[in-house]
């Protein structure tokens, strides 16, 4: 038996939400850059879900490429998130406001 | 000919070359350039002297024709030369004479900082008074007209530190230029009329164009006339020589003197044929000539300061030039103006050495027996001083004489009777300015003692004997108790060209003309012998005093007429501009800096509200696409 496709993109709905206030409300960077890759997946999730209702696999095609650059970006990502720790002992994005007016 | 295009271009390669390179060459090299360039062009000018007198009096004209200039429609102007008697008497003057003062300036100006500027100036001033008197037409002579008051602007200003001196130029050029814009209208006018600039063509076809006291040609001759009399310094607008007095007194002889005021007279003569067209507009110029004359006489009598004297001088002999030619004798006004250039730039060369003896003090009240310490500067100064009152044998008498007759002989007796009485006013002050500065006892002031007044040298010394030779003999060049003189021969071709036949000249009476003239003269000179050296007559009153003092009160009403309310107008305007104008420009800025200040305030840096603006503009365009 299967389940019927609102409810996966309901909880794809609400993996967004929950993706994007944890980018909103949280302050170390590594939990925003989670939250991110949890927005990223609640759209995996949605594009696979049509993908499924079309009986077509071009929607799972786009996942392995969201896959693909997710993988590169976690790379930069952190990366990034490792240099700004060294340079000012903090992960805090509150912290980091270098381009404040 | 073409040989005539050197007479201006060397003077101006002197300008270029010491204005480039004078200070480095230093004051010999200076000297010698300045002064080399006007003698090698007076050589010029007396080859072309010669060589139009080897022509045929009817081809004594000829046109230099150096490149085409500009044309504009069915106008054309050329840059072009003319050659002819008129022109080249005065080239000679120009550089004769302005030859003599650069010398003088070599010594007069051997210790001022300002050499090598000073020489390229006097050569740039040489080359525009010789473009404007060569000047084949009257587009090249506005070149000339312009650049000589440009020039008198920059010698008066000469010591631009003093403010004097600045405010002076300033108020020269300014002034003169009011009266340029009447000449340049003019020539609009000549252009409007006769098709073309030429003077050829404008003495050629003034008679067929130009109606016999027409409104056009009365026009014309007026606006051109108010040219002449913001450069020659006739009334109304002779308000700035006097205060041109602040530049060197080498300058003072050349420009404000000798030459450059006598550009107007030059200008009418040169234009006589279309003056002849307007009985009217010559009648004005005669009046304004003689009013002049006369009220130039009187404010001299008064003057304390020995250079403003001679201009106040300069301005009176200057209006019995335009008395010659207001009532049609060129000749004499052209003789009179050479006779000036010679016993003027004498004076005014004498009152240099004065200055350059007394350290620089031109007030008469402190001089005083001068007579002793500098018996050749007393010599010279006599000699000026007998010709400008118009003693016999000197050249002032014969030029001055010959405006005299011929004003009694064209009718004008009243025009007469007030030349006459300047004549009188000039021996009286003439005198007075010798027996203040040369006679009496001698006024030392405190710092006289450790700077004994001394004889120039002989660098300004030359000169001066040259000019005052020229002054003595210069007569011969206009003698015509009963023949025309040298000079009206010369110039004849030239004169007669628009005129027609000049009409033979009556000599009836000329004897006893010629004997109450000089008896006014030899009156006057009595008379300011028996005030001021003598002190035989007490006279005058306190009120008159001031009346002449202040030049009939013309300056001040000048002043409280048009200075002040033009000076409070700017004032006005300049606090609106700065207030209204600049404030709304400024103010602009500053809005605008402010707000993006403000706007700055919305980059806080923080990640997360960045991301809210993005989730905010997501929502809102879902929101417009979802409810479309």
């Known amino acids: ?101 | 000919m073409t040989y005539a295009l050197w007479v201006p271009l060397l003077p101006l390669l002197g300008w270029a070359a010491n204005g480039l390179w004078g200070r480095r060459w230093g004051r010999w090299a200076a000297a010698v350039v300045g002064c080399g360039t006007v003698a090698v062009a007076f050589a010029l000018a007396v080859a072309l002297r010669l060589a139009l007198g080897a022509l045929p009096p009817e081809g004594r004209s000829l046109q230099v024709d150096l490149y085409h200039w500009f044309g504009a429609g069915s106008i054309d102007v050329p840059m072009r030369l003319l050659v002819d008697p008129l022109s080249v008497t005065m080239a000679l003057i120009v550089t004769g004479v302005g030859g003599l003062i650069h010398i003088y300036s070599v010594g007069y100006m051997a210790d001022d900082e300002g050499f090598a500027r000073y020489f390229s100036y006097l050569n740039l001033f040489t080359a525009a008074m010789l473009t404007l008197v060569l000047a084949g037409n009257l587009v090249v002579m506005f070149i000339g007209w312009e650049g000589v008051g440009l020039c008198s602007y920059l010698l008066i200003a000469f010591w631009f530190t003093r403010p004097a001196a600045a405010s002076a130029g300033v108020k020269a050029f300014l002034v003169t230029r009011l009266g340029d814009v009447g000449f340049l209208l003019g020539i609009f006018l000549a252009v409007g009329i006769f098709g073309t600039a030429d003077f050829g063509v404008l003495t050629r076809d003034a008679q067929a164009r130009l109606p016999l006291g027409g409104a056009a040609a009365t026009v014309l001759c007026l606006l051109l006339f108010l040219g002449a009399t913001g450069k020659s310094a006739q009334l109304p607008l002779y308000i700035w020589l006097a205060d041109a007095m602040e530049g060197p007194t080498p300058v003072s002889a050349l420009i404000h003197a000798a030459t450059m005021v006598t550009a107007g007279v030059f200008m009418i003569v040169r234009l006589h044929a279309v003056y002849l067209r307007a009985p009217l507009a010559m009648e004005v110029v005669a009046v304004v000539g003689a009013v002049t004359a006369l009220f130039a006489a009187c404010w001299a009598l008064v003057e304390n300061d020995l250079k403003r004297v001679l201009a106040y001088s300069t301005i009176s002999q200057l209006g019995y030039m335009f008395l010659a030619v207001g009532v049609g004798a060129w000749g004499a006004g052209i003789f009179h103006l050479t006779s000036h250039a010679f016993f003027k730039a004498l004076l005014f060369l004498a009152a240099g050495s004065v200055m350059h003896a007394l350290g620089g003090t031109t007030d008469m009240r402190e001089m005083g027996g001068l007579a002793r310490p500098l018996p050749r500067t007393a010599a010279a100064f006599a000699i000026g001083a007998f010709a400008l009152a118009g003693i016999p044998p000197f050249s002032g008498f014969f030029s001055k004489d010959e405006i005299l007759s011929a004003d009694f002989h064209d009718g004008h007796i009243v025009l007469w009777a007030v030349a006459l009485a300047a004549a009188g006013l000039t021996a009286i002050y003439i005198v007075r300015a010798f027996v203040m500065t040369f006679l009496g006892p001698p006024r030392p002031p405190a710092d006289r003692a450790a700077h004994a007044p001394h004889e120039a040298p002989r660098i300004m010394a030359a000169p001066m004997a040259v000019l005052a030779v020229l002054t003595i003999i210069g007569g011969v060049l206009g003698w015509s108790f009963t023949s025309p003189g040298a000079l009206d021969r010369f110039l004849a071709p030239v004169l007669a060209a628009g005129a027609g036949p000049v009409p033979a000249e009556s000599t009836q009476g000329e004897g006893l003309l010629v004997a109450v003239s000089v008896g006014v003269a030899l009156v006057g000179l009595l008379i300011g012998w028996l005030i001021y050296d003598k002190h035989a007559v007490r006279t005058g009153s306190r009120m008159i005093h001031e009346w002449l003092a202040h030049q009939f009160y013309i300056e001040d009403a000048y002043n409280a007429l048009i200075v002040g309310p033009v000076r409070s107008t700017a004032r006005l305007l300049a606090v609106f501009d700065r207030d209204e104008l600049d404030g709304a420009v400024t103010g602009l800025g500053r809005t605008i800096g402010r707000a993006g200040r403000d706007l700055s305030h919305l980059e806080t840096g923080y990640l997360r509200q960045y991301a809210t603006y993005v989730l905010i503009g997501v929502l809102v365009i879902l929101a417009y696409w979802v409810s479309r």
Do not use: K
């Open chain 1, 1 to 101: 038996m299967s389940v019927p496709a609102p409810f996966y993109l309901a909880l794809s709905a609400a993996l967004f939400a929950l993706g994007t206030l944890g980018v909103l409300v949280r302050r170390s960077a590594l939990v925003v850059f989670m939250s991110v890759e949890l927005m990223l997946n609640a759209v995996n999730l949605t594009l696979v879900t049509f993908a499924r209702v079309r009986g077509a696999v071009d929607g799972q095609i786009v996942v392995f490429f969201v896959l693909v650059v997710a993988a590169a970006e976690v790379v930069i990502g952190l990366a990034i998130i490792v240099n700004i720790f060294r340079a000012r002992d903090t992960v805090d994005v509150d912290d980091v406001d270098l381009l404040r007016g």
